[in-house]
C-alpha cells in the first residue's frame, strides 16, 4: 500500500524547474498535459530537446522510482503542465 503525501502542478517554461518533493518521497507519479515535457534527474538540466520525454498524449500517468529532490523539467513546446502525485510506504 502506498500512503499519499501531496500533489504538485509545474506550469513550465523555457527553463528548468524543481518540484518541491514532500518528505518520504518514496514514488511519483507524473502526468503532462497541455504540450509534451522533458525530465531529468541527473543533475543536469534538461533543454526543449534532450532529457526523458513526458508525453501529453499519454493516458497513464509514468512512475517515477528514484532522487524525486533532483527531478527537473522543461516544456518542449508552449503550454505544458506536469502533475505529480508524491507517494511513500505505509
Known sequence: M????G?????LAGTAQALTV???TRYVTLRAE???ARWRDDGTDPT???G???KATDTAPYLYIGPAE???FIEV????IVNASFYANY
Not at 7 to 11: A, F, I
Open 22 to 24: 514532500p518528505d518520504g
Open 2 to 5: 502506498l500512503k499519499p503525501l
Open 7 to 11: 500533489y504538485q502542478q509545474l506550469t
Open 52 to 54: 526523458m520525454p513526458l
Open 77 to 80: 513546446a508552449a503550454g505544458a
Open 34 to 36: 497541455g504540450a509534451d
Open 70 to 72: 533532483k527531478l527537473k
Open 48 to 50: 526543449a530537446s534532450i
